[in-house]
Each structure stands twice: as C-alpha cells, then as structure tokens.
C-alpha cells in the first residue's frame, strides 16, 4: 500500500511539473455543445499563470415562450503534449435561470462543473479545442448529473 501511495504521488507530482506550452494571456470565442439545452456558449479564457488558466462561458436562449441563461466558470490546468496540442482539466461551477413566459414558472440553480479536453494552437492566433464537460445540478429543475461534449474556437490575443 505504502508503493502505490509513492507510485501515485510521484504520478501527480510529474504531471503537474510538466509545462504548458505558450499560449496568449486571454482567448474569447464559442463552445459548441448541447450544454443541457443551452447550445452554443460565448467563452473566454483567462491565463493564470503558465500552466493554470480561467474560463468563463455563458449560454443564453431563448424565444417567443421561455427565456434562460446559464454561466459557468472553470480553473483549468494545462499539459503539452506534442508541439502545437495541449491537454487540460479542471473543476468549478455556475448558476442559471430559466423562466416561461406563459405560466410565468421559473427556477434558479446552481451546479458543479469539471472538464477534460485537448486543445491545438494554430501558428496564426487561433485555438480550437474537444473537451468533455461533466455537471451536477443542486434544484428542482437542474438536478442529478447532466454531460456534454464541446467543440472551441477561440482567437487568442
């Protein structure tokens, strides 16, 4: 038992020395997936520091009968892995609201969020990206665990 604890340590510890390629302090595009619902996202990314990053994306919908939104917020850390890709992971979490016009019902709520994903970097100022996000919903209308597939592209500046 004592082994696998080293083995592991040791593991996590070589991972988050690597270093992340160099990428822009700040990227903003869209994240395509089903989101839930939500669809396409607007989503800005944060450099931290050289391996940890921030991102931010918003999803709003709406028509004639029912208005929503929902933010989610991601610290993520970052791995190169060959010249241009990198590799990334990380936790956070977000709010939204949904509200039908008709009946007037509405709901607030909160979730859990993590993600994995690749990412490849173009030589011109641009980043497009796959990830796996995964989330658990805290209310009566967002509850249990919802996951999407997304699909990024962002101009870094």
């Known amino acids: ?19 992340a390629q160099d990428t822009s302090k700040n990227a903003i595009g869209i994240r395509f997936g089903e989101n839930n619902g939500f669809g396409g996202e607007l989503s800005y990314q944060r450099k931290l520091s050289d391996n940890n990053r921030l ?23 970052v791995w190169q892995l060959e010249d241009r890709f990198n590799w990334y992971a990380g936790v956070g979490g977000g709010l939204g609201s949904w509200k039908t016009k008709a009946t007037n019902n509405s709901d607030t709520f909160i979730f859990g969020a993590g993600v994995v994903g690749i990412e490849y970097n173009f030589d011109i100022p641009l980043l497009i990206s796959l990830d796996f996000r995964p989330e658990f919903g805290f209310s009566d209308s967002y509850d249990g665990f919802e996951a999407d597939f997304g699909l990024s592209i962002r101009y870094q500046f």
């Not at 038992?1 to 270093?19: D, W, Y």
Request: no cysteine.
């Open 1 to 19: 038992m004592k082994k696998l604890l080293l083995f592991i340590g040791f593991v996590t510890l070589s991972v988050f020395a690597a270093n």
């Open 55 to 77: 991102e931010v994306d918003l999803g709003i919908r709406g028509n004639s009968s029912y208005s929503a939104f929902k933010v989610a917020g991601l610290y993520q850390w």
